[in-house]
């Protein structure tokens, strides 16, 4: 930059407008030789600026700032009434986007847009059909969720028609069920029951009530304990013994079953049982037996031996097979076991009416039985299944005893709910009743919630009240309604896709349940 030194100050040219580099001439007032010298504008604008804010400083708080000119151009655009530090939304404006953008954790809900429910299972209720139909799911309602009652009180409904329930006193139920007097439905005694003779033998289950009539005779008081003036015919006493008969003095002995005697004579054959005189013998030798009726061993109807036929004796009834190429047997009856081979090596045993053992072990029947052991199967053996119900309510599989959660039908479709370990019916339309449960088939039906119930596993069965007309080898999936099955893909929202089985036949089904499910999608 050059100076004119010859120029007087006022005859410089003139600059409206100072940059930071621009110099100023100024007397230094501190140097005693009054020797000129220069500063630049930045200096003198930086000395003001310290110099005012020492003025201003009582002025401003400690943290205002001046306004720049960013924050002056902000300033200028406000319009209305908007002063720049609102507390409420009046007299602003502006689009649904440009609220929800100023909205910075979430999106505003405006009028006229739908708000809806997801289908599926929120907890005790269940969402269906886009969210315009709720279910309270079975047994979500307890006792402590209704409405209170007064003391002794019942719930029926009284009101002619179908409608809610009512609360009724048990006096109305009385009433209601035509108990009269002092009657209150759990007499433990007849006091106070009055009634025709017709009536108390109607109400008694096992015979009638002697009525009128006949007079006692005698000293028979109708408890007799002794045969005291008890007197009759030896048919009559015969018949009053219900486990043999009398022998009577001057009566031949041989017909009745036992008998003691000291002398025999006779030309009769003798039918001997017992002692004969003082002492028992082990053996008996004879060259020949010979009698006119039966040899009774051990005692009268224990082992009788008989004579059949020409050439043919029996036992028990029960003829002997004698020495021929084929014997056949019709029957054997034995009052011990049966050693095969010789005593101890194989017993075939009685343990029980129609109970046969081998060895201990019971042997199982067509009529069933508890088997304790393992059964292994040798190669080319099976277990077969019925291939074809012969009729309605028929089954052949694996099954298991249980508790019913519900009433439950023949062929109902159940699950094994974890809350109770109680057996409830199946729906498609939850997760929890169809998708991840052990499921089954009801082939015991169940009156009530809590009644005993035995359920297929896995098997074969035929239930034409509940199951629709199936294709044979196609698919049945678990239903849509509550228990039952289906021919058809489920296709609800939300609802489950399982595969409980194949058709054998056009009315019985091969029930196998899939361990997969898949879940249709909202």
Same mark, same amino acid.
């Given at each position: 930059?050059?100076?004119?030194?010859?120029?007087?100050?006022?005859?410089?040219?003139?600059?409206?407008?100072?940059?930071?580099?621009?110099?100023?001439?100024?007397?230094?007032?501190?140097?005693?030789?009054?020797?000129?010298?220069?500063?630049?504008?930045?200096?003198?604008? !930086?000395?003001?600026?310290? $110099?005012?804010?020492?003025?201003?400083?009582?002025?401003?708080?400690?943290?205002?700032?001046?306004?720049?000119?960013?924050?002056?151009?902000?300033?200028?655009?406000?319009?209305?009434?908007?002063?720049?530090?609102?507390?409420?939304?009046?007299?602003?404006?502006?689009?649904?986007?440009?609220?929800?953008?100023?909205?910075?954790?979430?999106?505003?809900?405006?009028?006229?847009?739908?708000?809806?429910?997801?289908?599926?299972?929120?907890?005790?209720?269940?969402?269906?059909?886009?969210?315009?139909?709720?279910?309270?799911?079975?047994?979500?309602?307890?006792?402590?969720?209704?409405?209170?009652?007064?003391? !002794?009180?019942?719930?029926?409904?009284?009101?002619?028609?179908?409608?809610?329930?009512?609360?009724?006193?048990?006096?109305?139920?009385?009433?209601?069920?035509?108990?009269?007097?002092? %009657?209150?439905?759990?007499?433990?005694?007849?006091?106070?029951?009055?009634?025709?003779?017709?009536?108390?033998?109607?109400?008694?289950?096992?015979?009638?009530?002697?009525?009128?009539?006949?007079?006692?005779?005698?000293? %028979?008081?109708?408890?007799?304990?002794?045969?005291?003036?008890?007197?009759?015919?030896?048919?009559?006493?015969?018949?009053?013994?219900?486990?043999?008969?009398?022998?009577?003095?001057?009566?031949?002995?041989?017909?009745?079953?036992?008998?003691?005697?000291?002398?025999?004579?006779?030309?009769?054959?003798?039918?001997?049982?017992?002692?004969?005189?003082?002492?028992?013998?082990?053996?008996?030798?004879?060259?020949?037996?010979?009698?006119?009726?039966?040899?009774?061993?051990?005692?009268?109807?224990?082992?009788?031996?008989?004579?059949?036929?020409?050439?043919?004796?029996?036992?028990?009834?029960?003829?002997?097979?004698?020495?021929?190429?084929?014997?056949?047997?019709?029957?054997?009856?034995?009052?011990?076991?049966?050693?095969?081979?010789?005593?101890?090596?194989?017993?075939?045993?009685?343990?029980?009416?129609?109970?046969? !053992?081998?060895?201990?072990?019971?042997?199982?029947?067509?009529?069933?039985?508890?088997?304790?052991?393992?059964?292994?199967?040798?190669?080319?053996?099976?277990?077969?299944?019925?291939?074809?119900?012969?009729?309605?309510?028929? $089954?052949?599989?694996?099954?298991?005893?249980?508790?019913?959660?519900?009433?439950?039908?023949?062929?109902?479709?159940?699950?094994?709910?974890?809350?109770?370990?109680?057996?409830?019916?199946?729906?498609?339309?939850?997760?929890?009743?169809?998708?991840?449960?052990?499921?089954?088939?009801?082939?015991?039906?169940?009156? !009530?919630?809590?009644?005993?119930?035995?359920?297929?596993?896995?098997?074969?069965?035929?239930?034409?009240?509940?199951?629709?007309?199936?294709?044979?080898?196609?698919?049945?999936?678990?239903?849509?309604?509550?228990?039952?099955?289906?021919?058809?893909?489920?296709?609800?929202?939300?609802?489950?896709?399982?595969?409980?089985?194949?058709?054998?036949?056009?009315?019985?089904?091969?029930?196998?349940?899939?361990?997969?499910?898949?879940?249709?999608?909202?």
């Amino acid at each position: 930059m050059a100076y004119s030194a010859d120029k007087e100050p006022l005859d410089l040219t003139a600059k409206t407008t100072p940059i930071d580099a621009d110099v100023v001439i100024i007397g230094d007032s501190a140097d005693a030789s009054e020797v000129a010298k220069k500063t630049t504008w930045a200096n003198v604008k !930086a000395t003001l600026k310290t $110099y005012f804010d020492t003025l201003y400083a009582g002025v401003l708080g400690a943290d205002d700032n001046y306004v720049t000119d960013a924050e002056k151009v902000k300033l200028s655009n406000l319009s209305g009434t908007n002063t720049g530090d609102q507390t409420s939304i009046v007299g602003i404006t502006g689009t649904k986007a440009q609220f929800d953008t100023a909205v910075s954790d979430g999106n505003i809900l405006y009028v006229g847009d739908v708000v809806g429910v997801s289908d599926g299972d929120k907890g005790d209720i269940t969402v269906s059909a886009s969210g315009a139909t709720w279910t309270i799911d079975n047994s979500a309602v307890t006792l402590a969720k209704q409405a209170d009652m007064a003391t !002794a009180s019942v719930v029926y409904r009284k009101t002619a028609g179908t409608g809610v329930p009512e609360v009724q006193t048990l006096a109305t139920l009385k009433t209601d069920l035509g108990l009269t007097g002092t %009657n209150s439905g759990d007499q433990t005694s007849i006091v106070g029951i009055t009634g025709t003779t017709a009536q108390f033998n109607t109400a008694l289950s096992d015979g009638d009530f002697a009525t009128g009539g006949g007079t006692a005779t005698g000293t %028979n008081t109708g408890d007799q304990t002794s045969i005291v003036g008890i007197t009759g015919t030896m048919a009559q006493f015969d018949t009053a013994v219900s486990d043999g008969n009398i022998v009577y003095q001057s009566q031949a002995l041989g017909t009745p079953s036992s008998g003691t005697v000291t002398n025999l004579t006779g030309t009769a054959s003798i039918n001997i049982n017992g002692t004969v005189g003082a002492t028992t013998p082990n053996t008996v030798s004879a060259t020949t037996v010979t009698t006119s009726g039966n040899i009774e061993l051990g005692h009268a109807s224990d082992t009788t031996l008989a004579r059949a036929s020409a050439g043919v004796a029996s036992i028990e009834g029960n003829n002997i097979v004698v020495n021929t190429s084929s014997p056949t047997l019709a029957t054997i009856t034995t009052t011990g076991n049966i050693e095969l081979g010789h005593a101890s090596d194989t017993t075939i045993a009685r343990t029980g009416a129609g109970t046969v !053992a081998i060895e201990g072990n019971q042997i199982l029947t067509v009529a069933g039985g508890t088997m304790t052991g393992n059964l292994t199967l040798g190669e080319n053996t099976s277990i077969d299944l019925d291939p074809a119900g012969s009729a309605d309510g028929k $089954y052949s599989g694996i099954c298991i005893t249980g508790t019913a959660g519900a009433t439950l039908a023949f062929g109902d479709l159940i699950y094994l709910a974890v809350a109770d370990s109680r057996w409830e019916l199946t729906d498609a339309d939850a997760t929890a009743t169809a998708g991840t449960p052990l499921i089954g088939m009801c082939v015991l039906a169940a009156a !009530a919630d809590g009644n005993a119930t035995k359920i297929l596993l896995q098997g074969t069965i035929r239930a034409d009240a509940k199951f629709p007309a199936l294709t044979i080898g196609a698919p049945a999936y678990v239903g849509e309604t509550a228990g039952a099955i289906q021919t058809a893909i489920p296709t609800g929202a939300d609802n489950v896709i399982r595969v409980v089985g194949r058709a054998l036949t056009a009315d019985e089904l091969y029930f196998c349940p899939s361990q997969d499910h898949q879940v249709t999608v909202a």
